[in-house]
C-alpha cells in the first residue's frame, strides 16, 4: 500500500490498475472539487465473503469506504457532519453494537483496548448503564521538555479519574468505545438490557452492489434535513468542541460513562509542535469550552437534575477554561514585578506576631 501510494504521489495521478480495481477513483474523476461531490461509497471487503481472508487464513472484516455527499448550499458541519453520516449508514452494512471514534492522525498503540472497554460495556452487574469508555488523548512527538504542556498529565492523571468518580468522564471526541445505540438518542430506563448473541447473529442479507445503491442516500446532504440529526440524534451540531456537548447530553439521558487509563497507552496522535500551533488548539478548545458554559447546554442549567450537582461543576472547570488565564497570568507577572521591585510577595509572619503581642503586653496593666 505504502509504494502504491508514494507512485500515485510521483506521478501526481492514481495510476490506471488502481482505477479498474477500485471504482471509486472513477467516481472521484466526475467530481468538481472536494466540497462539491455526490455521495461516494464503496465496500471494499465483504465480511461475508468467504474469499476475503488474510495470510493466515482467517476471514477479513467488512471495510467500507464513504466519502459523504457535499454541496456548496449546505453546511457539512465538518468532523460531526461525517460521524453522523456514518452513523446511518453503518448499521445498514454492519451488525455492530459498539462505535470507536478517533482523530485521523491517532493510531492504536494496545491492542488489548477493544477488550478493556468491552469489559466494561458487557459487566453484567454495571455494564448496562455504561454508554462510552473513555481512554485519554496521548502522544507520540511529545518533547523532551514539553514545552507546550502537550503531555495533558493534569487532565489524564488527575481531572479526569476525578470526573470519573464523579458520575462519568467527558467524551473528548477521540480514543472513544461508545454503544451505538446511546449516540443515536437512545435514554437509558432501568430495566434495559441487551441480548449481545442476538444481536451478534443478526445477518445482512442483501447483496454488495444493493448496499451500495440503498446507502448513497443516507449520507446525501439533504436526508438530515428536517430531521433530529445533530439535535437529538447523533452528535451534536452548532459547537467546535462538539463532543462535550454530546457526551453530557447521553449523561443527561441517563447514562454513564466511564475512563480507562491502561499502563501501556490505547492511542498515541500528534501534538502540536510549534507555538503557533498550540495557540491555536488552546484557543479553539477554550473558545468553544466558553461557548459551551454561555448556551443552553450549561451544565448548570442542562444537567440540572438529570446528573449529578458535583459532575456539573466538574464540567465547569473545564467550560471556564478561558477565565482561568486570568489567575495564570497573575502568578506569572505579579510575583515578577514584586521581586524586581524587592518587596515581599507575603506580610513578614515573624514581624506581624511580634506587633500582636507587642500590643497585648501594652494593654495588660
Not at 50 to 66: F, G, M, N, R
Not at 221 to 239: A, F, Q
Request: charged fraction near 25%; glycine fraction near 6%.
Amino acid at each position: 500500500m505504502k509504494e502504491r501510494i508514494n507512485n500515485a504521489t510521483e506521478l501526481g495521478q492514481v495510476p490506471k490498475e488502481a482505477r479498474k480495481e477500485h471504482k471509486g477513483f472513477q467516481e472521484w474523476d466526475l467530481v468538481s472539487s472536494k466540497r462539491d461531490h455526490p455521495t461516494i461509497l464503496q465496500i471494499l471487503i465483504d465480511g461475508r465473503d468467504s474469499t476475503a481472508v488474510d495470510i493466515e487464513e482467517q476471514t477479513l472484516p467488512t471495510l467500507v469506504y464513504l466519502a459523504r455527499e457535499k454541496r456548496p448550499q449546505y453546511h457539512h458541519n465538518f468532523k460531526v457532519g461525517a460521524l453522523n453520516a456514518l452513523l446511518r449508514v453503518s448499521p445498514q452494512i454492519s451488525n455492530g453494537l459498539v462505535i470507536l471514534t478517533v482523530d485521523c492522525d491517532m493510531y492504536s498503540n494496545n491492542s488489548e483496548s477493544l477488550r478493556d472497554a468491552m469489559c466494561f460495556l458487557m459487566d453484567e452487574e454495571k455494564g448496562q448503564k455504561i454508554a462510552f469508555v473513555q481512554f485519554p488523548q496521548n502522544f507520540d512527538n511529545i518533547t523532551k521538555n514539553d514545552v507546550y504542556s502537550n503531555s495533558l498529565k493534569v487532565g489524564n492523571e488527575v481531572e479526569f479519574p476525578g470526573l470519573d468518580a464523579n458520575g462519568g468522564p467527558a467524551y473528548v471526541g477521540t480514543g472513544c468505545f461508545h454503544r451505538r445505540d446511546t449516540l443515536c438518542g437512545k435514554k437509558y430506563k432501568n430495566n434495559y438490557q441487551i441480548d449481545w448473541r442476538t444481536e451478534n447473529d443478526r445477518r445482512v442479507e442483501e447483496s454488495t452492489t444493493v448496499l451500495e445503491e440503498t446507502c448513497k442516500t443516507l449520507a446525501s446532504c439533504s436526508y438530515k434535513e428536517n430531521t433530529e440529526w445533530g439535535k437529538e440524534m447523533g452528535l451534536k451540531y452548532g459547537c467546535p468542541v462538539k463532543d462535550v456537548i454530546t457526551g453530557l447530553s447521553i449523561q443527561c439521558r441517563g447514562w454513564r460513562s466511564v475512563y480507562y487509563n491502561p499502563e501501556r497507552k490505547a492511542f498515541l496522535g500528534v501534538a502540536p509542535t510549534t507555538l503557533l500551533q498550540a495557540l491555536v488548539q488552546q484557543k479553539r478548545w477554550s473558545e468553544g469550552d466558553l461557548q459551551i458554559f454561555l448556551s443552553q447546554y450549561c451544565p448548570l442549567v442542562y444537567g440540572h437534575g438529570k446528573i449529578p450537582l458535583k459532575l456539573q461543576i466538574s464540567y465547569c472547570i473545564y467550560l471556564l477554561w478561558a477565565f482561568n488565564c486570568l489567575a495564570t497570568l497573575y502568578y506569572v507577572g505579579v510575583p515578577s514585578l514584586f521581586i524586581h521591585r524587592g518587596l515581599p510577595l507575603f506580610p513578614k509572619v515573624w514581624s506581624i506576631a511580634y506587633t500582636v503581642l507587642k500590643v497585648y503586653r501594652t494593654s495588660q496593666p
